[in-house]
């Protein structure tokens, strides 16, 4: 089949949506398939894959986050949508302007993938509306439809779509391991991600607090670096490339992620588990599905600064019990491998083809 993979996201910018599609499109080419990528980027190739360019994508404020607002000329829409595939499967399709524009014009099989979840900052409107907009896109444009978690289907009508989680394409030759002394953040800087639950538990560890890594870029930079300066060993390393998370996730002791909500599922926690890495995580639906068979071990109440403190300190002092966990992830995060998934993924191409 020749597929097209729709991101209406720029596909410089690091993300969950970004690793999904591009994993799946490796998987999908390994097994035979022609497969482009479409985004808001110029023509060229990433990771391997070609990119079709479409459009240019903005950065506007939403919820608490920063999404990506893409609109492209007719023309090219025009030109994209006739370039031949078999199937245009669509991620996050609800994004405003882009996919939509793109969805009325190509005329083959469409599929989506849902990856969205309502956070502690969505507006109530927002909320209202996703069930509706969602049953509207699929009467209008879809064949067939995937969600990455229950979560993520929450606003889907039940009967009407698969799930199938997110995937991990994982670099045939990982980075040697490091010396396993510091604590990882990988996230974006903003209220949602919770980093400054993360700064609270170590600022109750005091002198006892390990370095800690901060990979991501945001607008509360500023803020938590002042915040950070208190502590002993706190260091912002900016927006990383794929090659920096992965040494980074195989040089850490733990990877934490504190995320007031809103996450459907959790892409970087099967990384770091996948590095040997375990991830201690806050307790929104997305991380239990993930980290469901280590819930007492790895997973703290959301904001909880004392607890986050407690599990961090247990993890560096008790070799055992981190080792243990390390060997889980290893097992674990192999039920997530797209070289499994993809085939699933087939699965539902081949029904929208009928």
């Known amino acids: 089949m020749k597929i097209a993979l729709v991101c209406p996201y720029d596909l410089e910018r690091p993300g969950g949506v970004r690793s999904h599609i591009l994993g799946l499109g490796l998987a999908l080419s390994e097994r035979g398939h022609q497969v482009e990528v479409i985004g808001p980027n110029v023509d060229g190739e990433i990771d391997g894959l070609p990119l079709v360019g479409c459009g240019r994508a903005r950065k506007v404020a939403f919820g608490g986050t920063q999404i990506d607002l893409t609109w492209a000329p007719w023309g090219q829409v025009r030109q994209v949508a006739r370039r031949g595939y078999d199937v245009m499967h669509f991620h996050t399709i609800w994004n405003p302007l ?36 969602s049953s509207l896109i699929r009467r209008l444009w879809l064949r067939q ?5 229950p979560l993520a289907g929450l606003h889907l009508k039940p009967g ?10 994982v670099p045939s030759r990982l980075p040697p391991e490091g010396d396993r002394t510091h604590l990882l953040y990988v996230g974006r800087l903003e209220p949602r991600k919770g980093l400054a639950t993360l700064l609270g538990a170590l600022e109750r560890l005091g002198e006892q607090a390990p ?3 901060v990979a991501g870029e945001g607008y509360l930079r500023a803020e938590l670096e002042q915040r950070a ?3 002993p060993r ?21 990877l934490v992620a504190p995320s007031l909500g809103g996450e459907s599922f959790g892409i970087v926690l099967t990384e770091a588990m996948a590095c040997g890495t375990p991830p201690l995580a806050a307790d929104n639906p997305g991380y239990r599905g993930v980290l469901q068979g280590r819930l007492d071990q790895l997973i703290f109440p959301v904001a909880d600064e004392s607890r986050l403190a407690e599990r961090i300190a247990a993890l560096f002092a008790g070799e055992e019990e981190w080792r243990a966990l390390q060997l889980w992830g290893l097992q674990e995060w192999r039920r997530y491998d797209w070289r499994v998934l993809a ?12």
Do not use: C
Not at 343 to 354: D, F, G, K, M
């Open 343 to 354: 085939e699933q993924v087939e699965q539902v191409y081949r029904q929208a083809l009928l």
């Open 145 to 149: 439809m995937i969600a990455v978690s």
């Open 211 to 213: 370095p800690l890594w």
């Open 98 to 133: 882009f996919p939509a524009q793109l969805a009325a014009l190509f005329r083959g099989p469409k599929v989506a993938t849902w990856h969205d979840a309502a956070g502690p900052n969505t507006p109530a409107l927002a909320r209202r509306v996703m069930p509706l907009a």
């Open 229 to 231: 300066a208190a502590l």
């Open 160 to 169: 009407s779509f698969r799930l199938i989680p997110n995937g991990l394409w």
């Open 234 to 254: 706190v260091e912002f390393l900016g927006e990383v490339s794929e090659e920096q998370k992965w040494s980074l996730l195989r040089q850490a002791r733990l």
